[in-house]
T-cell receptor, first 111, second 113 residues
């Protein structure tokens, strides 16, 4: 596959460690946030979402934290595996139907 | 497999030409979104349709247009192509629209020579 975003911020973690990917969003009025994972040669894949009336939501091995005070979103991946290597995007829904994606973070998992 | 189908997977053409990209949303999804992804700009929202009607517009150039048909598939038309239009073009769909995750196809890679 081909690489996307060669100049993305990069996070490198050891297999089995926990990963934390951070995102600063832009609009204080945004009320819905989503994390996507994009593997090489594929489209973004939905991981987990959270609404603005929550500050934490857990899925399978993933947790999203929302801090509205500082407009910050994070994705925590527990026991990171080689298959988690990808580019991760946060996205915010600004009300209405428009979704804004962040620049993305590339996660490398070292075996 | 997201259930969103995009064709063609690859498209190579020349400057000044016109192309049409096609998207079939997931079964039951009424909203279709188009995005452009280039190496230096990430995912840029272009336009969204809901049940045949335009609902939101992003940074879509006047040379680009889109529509959603009664069977809910969508087409993105790119005309007077320039070298800078080379990018991945993604289609996504969701059940209705606001406040729902979008499901993406695997994109069309457009190369302008």
């Amino acid at each position: 596959g081909e690489s996307v975003g060669l100049h993305l911020p990069t996070l490198s973690v050891q297999e089995g460690d926990n990963s934390i990917i951070n995102c600063a969003y832009s609009n204080s009025a945004s009320d819905y946030f989503i994390w996507y994972k994009q593997e090489s040669g594929k489209g973004p894949q939905f991981i987990i979402d959270i609404r603005s009336n929550m500050d934490k939501r857990q899925g399978q091995r993933v947790t999203v934290l929302l801090n509205k005070t500082v407009k910050h979103l994070s994705l925590q991946i527990a026991a990171t595996q080689p298959g988690d290597s990808a580019v991760y995007f946060c996205a915010e829904n600004t009300g209405g139907f428009k979704t804004i994606f962040g620049a993305g973070t590339r996660l490398f998992v070292k075996a | 497999d997201s259930g969103v189908t995009q064709t063609p997977k690859h498209l190579i053409t020349a400057t000044g030409q016109r192309v049409t990209l096609r998207c079939s949303p997931r079964s039951g999804d009424l909203s279709v979104y188009w995005y452009q992804q280039s190496l230096d700009q990430g995912l840029q929202f272009l336009i969204q349709y809901y049940n045949g009607e335009e609902r939101a517009k992003g940074n879509i150039l006047e040379r680009f247009s889109a529509q959603q048909f009664p069977d809910l598939h969508s087409e993105l038309n790119l005309s007077s192509l320039e070298l800078g239009d080379s990018a991945l073009y993604f289609c996504a769909s969701s059940r209705t629209g606001e406040g729902q995750p979008q499901h993406f196809g695997d994109g069309t890679r457009l190369s302008i020579l």
